[in-house]
């Protein structure tokens, strides 16, 4: 690949626009080189910059007595538990890969977010998988669910993390674009987490783990490309995932931080050694210089701008300590890993890459990072024109049909139906840690050396949020807390994945700000901080755009055994309802999706004084002992939540409803 | 008693089969690095489970060629207490510590749940606290549980008595409708001839204590403390 | 009907990593045979089926391949195909 | 040194089961393919390696496949070999 010269046109084939090229000559005071122009088309891509969404995600409530690490200062979210442990979580997505190669897509998935995780040094003690595809009576719809769960399985299983839970949506409105986002939960010591902020002038830079060849070039600014057949030759950017070689820098990873060796490290995840080096150096308020000879191939031929882009899988940046450099190298080979010294810790705050001794790349890193130079957008946003309309149709149900019939198909409905087909093929018991397994409503895993046991739930209805987005954001988290709490837990945190269209178009950006307004809004009525995530925009196809999806992934804390609430219900029990159910509100369900196909009226009203109000009564009942089992009521409605508790349990119920 | 726990580059079972020795039975365990030769104060081993190398080429075929190897191979010989479990029993099969070969599951797709086995026998060094016939829940995880030996070999390890555990139902029925993984004759796990190697691919540690779901696993390993205990009133080596 | 073989050999793309032909490389290295450089692993399909003829054999062969045997995306295919009795 | 490049084809033997030929071959009858009658699966490895001459690499490739690519019990291997520049 021969260098192109630069110009607006090249400028504008990476995906920036003419103002931001204008931007980048007056930052350099020069044209930048290709490779520098390359650097900036990936750092101020929509995945990495953040630029639509800043302003809207600012506004989250961030800070919270446990925050041990707040949104977007670390890899991922870290919340103290107590007892000098932290729950480090973040949950990512990796839509546009599994759409193209869903094995490959939802494997590096996968791998991606849970180096996010050890590289704070916390050992990952739970994975969760929040998926969306189309109908299931489309082939090829089950080609990239069978792929994605192949996927999920075939990475999490080698590399040993217990994947525990997670939801599966089938939808037409996802046929063109499936959504694939992965959770980690890792717990790490409080006092020994690794930051990612450069620091200490003259301490060695090394990469570690695989080498790097010309894979998932572009992925960066892929994954802010609309989906269409023009992308189809950017599919030799398929990245493979190595879970072998992960779970070697795991382990070295960990024994690095234990031993005191690094001082930050970062995982190389979209954009690989440019994001990771520029993000590490900005944050740390320090430049980083770059020998890119040094750096391990693994294709002859590859130019700077290739090696500084490539998102090549399983690689970490570590800033070493000067002088211990030995013990480092000596960890990486007791793991059988590569580890090689590419760059210096300088003063400044330039991020400069040297390639045969000549400079290809110098940069103020600080231009390059969110939060410093990268452009932030206040996109306009309007409410959608046909929205009125559909919002206002009667949304009431009469019908004739036998509601046993309809009850049974309720069941029957993929995206309600029992998904033992898909976590069977999880191994979700490695770890001896896993207190309730997949299939209720939330994960129960126990924090080995504490009394404390972690809930985690990820949860979205992405119907409620096409018919109301502030109210749909609002249900998402108030039904995540139900879960938690479902199982004796009491909410401490979330981390979101917010899944939508282009912020480009008015009416899709209206969904985004609406959404991101409910989510702040319910977290504040339940005093939880959001501790980080993950925007993936452009998530549209010729079939139009996905529902708006902002997928909640929340963590729920258990301080002692006798707290947990488990399903598992002998016969002759009272069954009560909490909380009342005042008028029929069919906006956006199941029912509705039988019956009439695409969501309209309103979604169903939430009281979040109520919601909060049944949360600490479950609890404070459950505590008195008054409670054998608690189920949440969600999709499908009370009928459905009640045969799943029988179907649980072998055994039957007789309901009546009182008249009055 | 000591328990030695190998561990593998892609072991993921080996923190989880320390604990379940430590915190499930009560008992010392410590890990052996597959570079290093074992120690000779340990009183059993576990190779356990995990993807040792990835499972790549097949599972468990490079972790056999690991230094540590040499050291359990002549432990068995002297009659050391060798459990090889999942990958561990792949590992034993690779390195002909134990008869036949682990196969890809019958639907090809990764299981884990929780299944029944049958102990057939009650007075091998893993099962002397296990009447014979008697039920254990304990949970599979694999993608290659599907237990292969050609007709002889078959025959002769049934003639020897050296099946130890079969798939079964609730009841302890052996049928084709519980067999998980299409292994002949049901196989979940069998020792080598001497009886001193036991391989399985349920993982007995997953379900040694009751809030993880069960505690059937612990009464394999509390078998060997109490042969151990019973042959030389102290924990010498040598069955 | 006549009876033909085919062996379809099946591998990943030049452009896309083989993690397994890498660990099996390194970890023969590291077991003495140094003069192994480089391993790229792949499947192979034996296919037994009836055509009427070798021409209707290989246009079944190659559309089974390409269509189902191989990912397209991050593969390639090659087969051979011969009658037989069997 | 010259340098060969080996391909060397691993299958399970006749008497063994494989459920990956048998579920593909299901799949294609059912996907309309019915003049396939059988399917058996394998693995191939291409191998580049140095040696001597071309009988010192036949060698090193036989004892490779022998001993590691190949697990005796389920397993049988054929190889072929050439020189070549790569």
Request: proline residues 4%.
């Amino acid at each position: 690949m021969i260098e192109p010269t630069v110009d607006l046109a090249l400028a504008i084939g990476h995906g920036l626009t003419e103002e931001e090229f204008r931007k980048i000559i007056e930052i350099l005071g020069r044209t930048p080189t290709f490779s520098e122009l390359g650097i900036y088309s990936v750092m101020w891509s929509e995945h990495c910059s953040y630029k639509s969404s800043i302003k809207y995600l600012k506004r989250l409530p961030r800070e919270g007595e446990h925050v041990l690490a707040k949104a977007g200062e670390e890899n991922a979210g870290a919340l103290d538990i107590g007892e000098g442990k932290a729950v480090i979580f973040k949950i990512e997505s990796h839509n546009h890969p599994s759409a193209l190669e869903p094995y490959q897509g939802a494997a590096t998935g996968v791998g991606g977010i849970l180096r996010d995780v050890f590289s704070m040094g916390a050992r990952p003690i739970a994975a969760m998988d929040s998926l969306r595809f189309g109908e299931l009576s489309d082939p090829k719809q089950q080609h990239l669910f069978n792929g994605v769960v192949e996927g999920i399985a075939g990475y999490g299983n080698c590399f040993g993390v217990p994947t525990v839970g997670g939801e599966v949506v089938f939808d037409k409105a996802y046929s063109g674009n499936c959504l694939v986002n992965a959770m980690a939960v890792g717990i790490a010591d409080t006092g020994k987490i690794m930051p990612a902020k450069a620091s200490g002038v003259g301490n060695p830079v090394f990469i570690l783990g695989a080498t790097t060849g010309r894979d998932g070039i572009h992925g960066a600014t892929f994954a802010s490309v609309e989906l269409s057949d023009k992308s189809a030759e950017d599919r030799s950017s398929v990245q493979i995932g190595d879970p072998f070689l992960e779970k070697l820098l795991l382990e070295a990873t960990l024994e690095i931080i234990e031993k005191g060796l690094a001082v930050a490290i970062q995982d190389m995840g979209a954009a690989g050694i440019t994001c990771s080096s520029s993000e590490m150096a900005a944050g740390g308020g320090v430049g980083i210089k770059i020998d890119l000879d040094k750096v391990p191939l693994r294709e002859s031929g590859m130019i700077p701008y290739e090696i500084l882009l490539s998102e090549s899988q399983e690689r970490m940046l570590i800033i070493g300590k000067k002088g211990l450099e030995d013990s480092l190298c000596e960890v990486a080979r007791k793991w059988e890993l590569n580890i090689e010294r590419i760059g210096t810790v300088t003063e400044g705050d330039r991020f400069k890459c040297l390639w045969h001794g000549e400079l290809v790349c110098d940069i103020p890193a600080k231009t390059l990072v969110l939060g410093g130079g990268a452009p932030i957008y206040d996109r306009p946003y309007i409410r959608p024109a046909g929205l009125d309309a559909i919002n206002t149709r009667n949304s009431a149900i009469e019908t004739d049909k036998d509601p046993i019939e309809l009850l049974e198909a309720l069941l029957s409905m993929p995206s309600i139906a029992g998904k033992r087909w898909v976590f069977e093929q999880y191994d979700h018991q490695v770890g001896t840690n896993t207190v309730i397994k997949p299939g209720g409503d939330a994960a129960l895993v126990r924090v080995k050396e504490t009394s404390k046991f972690l809930a985690i739930s990820t949860d979205c209805n992405g119907r409620f949020c096409a018919l109301d987005p502030h109210v749909g954001a609002m249900q998402a988290v108030a039904e995540s807390a139900r879960n938690v709490v479902s199982v004796g837990a009491w909410p401490i945190g979330i981390t979101n994945c917010l899944n939508f269209g282009n912020p480009e178009k008015p009416e899709s950006f209206w969904q985004f700000v609406r959404a991101v307004e409910g989510m702040g809004e319910a977290c504040r009525a339940y005093n939880i901080p959001v501790t980080g995530g993950n925007v993936s925009f452009y998530n549209e196809s010729q079939n139009g755009a996905i529902f708006p999806t902002p997928v909640i992934g929340m963590l729920g804390i258990i301080d002692k055994p006798q707290d947990i609430i488990r399903q598992d219900i002998t016969s002759d029990l009272q069954l009560v309802e909490i909380g009342e159910c005042d008028c029929p509100e069919f906006g956006g369900s199941s029912l509705q999706k039988i019956l009439f196909g695409d969501p309209f009226g309103l979604p169903p009203r939430i009281d979040l004084d109520r919601e909060i109000a049944n949360a600490k009564f479950i609890l404070s009942a459950r505590d008195r002992g008054l409670i054998e089992a608690c189920h949440d009521i969600s999709d499908g409605g009370l009928g459905v939540a009640l045969a799943e508790l029988c179907i649980w349990n072998d055994l039957g119920a007789s309901i009546e409803i009182p008249e009055d | 008693m000591l328990v030695g726990v190998v561990v593998f580059p892609g072991s993921n079972c080996d923190l989880d089969a320390l604990w379940a020795i430590e915190h499930g039975l009560g008992e010392e365990a410590k890990f052996i690095w597959h570079r290093d030769k074992i120690v000779s104060d340990v009183d059993m081993i576990i190779l356990p489970g995990g993807f040792s190398y990835g499972d790549y080429l097949r599972t468990g075929a490079f972790a056999r060629f690991s230094p540590v190897m040499e050291s359990v191979t002549d432990f068995a010989r002297e009659g050391g207490l060798v459990i090889g479990i999942c990958n561990g029993f792949q590992v034993l099969l690779e390195a002909g510590m134990l008869p036949g070969a682990l196969i890809a599951n019958r639907r090809l797709r990764f299981i884990c749940k929780d299944v029944f086995i049958r102990a057939e026998r009650s007075d091998t060094a893993f099962s002397v606290s296990i009447p014979q016939g008697t039920v254990l829940k304990i949970p599979i995880a694999h993608f290659c549980g599907n237990y292969f030996a050609d007709a002889e070999t078959l025959s002769r390890i049934e003639s020897n008595g050296q099946v130890l555990f079969r798939y079964c139902g609730e009841n302890g029925e052996v049928s084709a409708e519980f067999n998980p993984n299409g292994s002949s004759n049901n196989i979940a796990g069998l020792v080598n001839e001497r009886g001193n190697v036991l391989g399985m691919m349920p993982h007995p540690e997953r379900y040694s204590e009751a809030i993880l779901g069960g505690e059937d696993g612990r009464m394999i390993f509390a078998s060997v403390r109490e042969f151990l205990k019973k042959r030389e009133g102290a924990f010498v080596r040598g069955a | 009907m006549r009876n033909f073989k085919a062996t379809v050999k099946v591998r990943k793309k030049a452009t896309v990593a083989d993690p397994e032909g890498k660990t099996i490389s390194e970890a023969l290295v590291r077991l003495g045979y140094d003069q192994v450089k480089k391993i790229r692993t792949g499947k192979v399909f034996h296919v037994e089926l009836t055509a009427e003829n070798l021409d209707s054999a290989k246009k079944t062969v190659d559309k089974i391949s390409k269509d189902i045997l191989t990912n397209p995306i991050i593969e390639i295919y090659e087969f051979e195909i011969e009658e037989c009795e069997c």
